[in-house]
């Protein structure tokens, strides 16, 4: 089989001891697309320059909810310029809203979240959201831009009937370790009803390890775990649900085969 891993953070410094050996291992074990995610102007250039170093690693660029105070006007302009200059950036994120430790004044990550959603709309790129705890307000914003912009909520943590919404709108929903964990039916019950072909998997590596191994750093190897899960939930074969997850990813990042 081989994976996807839609949604990873392999410019974090937990990575700076030993990327290139755990870069390899992750290929070796049929890994054989990464996006590296951005949350800042920092990561989302050494996300760029990785994807510059290895053929399978591709880029989002974009500052995260929880650095909102941080942004500049100007960082749109650096993003428009990195987005124009390297064909390997496929998406602006993580952009979004994220109202669980509220320590970035919440209009200022809305105002954040919707420039960077219209500088997606005009590069003509998907969107990667970060949404947690703040359900309500992030779908008032998604409502504004249906039709304009398509994107996909990561490690998705909304009720049923947001993720029909999304659905409807042609959002895709992505899964991370979480899903193993015994306190996610939440997870599992909206699992249970998206269609396979809406279905991402990700690590969001170095975070959210899956059982067996949860607590430890976690890295691409470990979306076997992820996609197991997902088998189990929905009644396929692991080798059914890796392959839609790679043809959904490949359509939604507009990668060739």
């Given at each position: ?49 990785l994807a ?72 003509g790129l ?132």
């Open positions: 089989m081989y994976y996807f891993d839609t949604h990873a953070h392999y410019d974090d410094r937990a990575f700076d001891a030993d990327r290139a050996e755990v870069l390899q291992a992750v290929h070796d074990a049929g890994v054989s697309l990464v996006m590296d995610i951005g949350c800042d102007v920092s990561s989302s250039m050494k996300a760029v320059a510059r170093q290895y053929d399978w690693i591709y880029a989002a660029i974009g500052t995260h909810p929880s650095d909102a105070y941080k942004m500049q006007d100007t960082d749109l302009d650096l993003y428009r310029s990195l987005a124009a200059t390297n064909p390997k950036v496929r998406a602006i994120g993580e952009i979004g809203l994220d109202y669980h430790w509220d320590t970035t004044p919440r209009d200022v990550q809305a105002l954040r979240f919707r420039q960077q959603l219209e500088l997606a709309e005009e590069l998907p969107v990667v959201i970060h949404e947690r705890d703040a359900h309500q307000d992030a779908m008032n914003i998604v409502r504004d831009y249906a039709g304009r912009v398509t994107g996909v909520f990561h490690c998705y943590s909304g009720a049923l009937d947001m993720a029909k919404e999304l659905v409807s709108l042609g959002w895709y929903l992505s899964f991370t370790g979480v899903v193993t964990y015994k306190n996610a039916r939440k997870a599992l019950e909206v699992l249970e009803w998206v269609p396979l072909s809406r279905i991402f998997i990700e690590t969001d590596c170095p975070y959210l390890s899956p059982e067996p191994n949860r607590g430890k750093r976690n890295d691409s190897r470990n979306l076997l775990y992820t996609n197991a899960k997902i088998a189990e939930v929905k009644g396929l074969t692991p080798e059914a649900v890796a392959a839609a997850t790679m043809e959904n990813g490949r359509r939604f990042f507009g990668l060739a085969d």
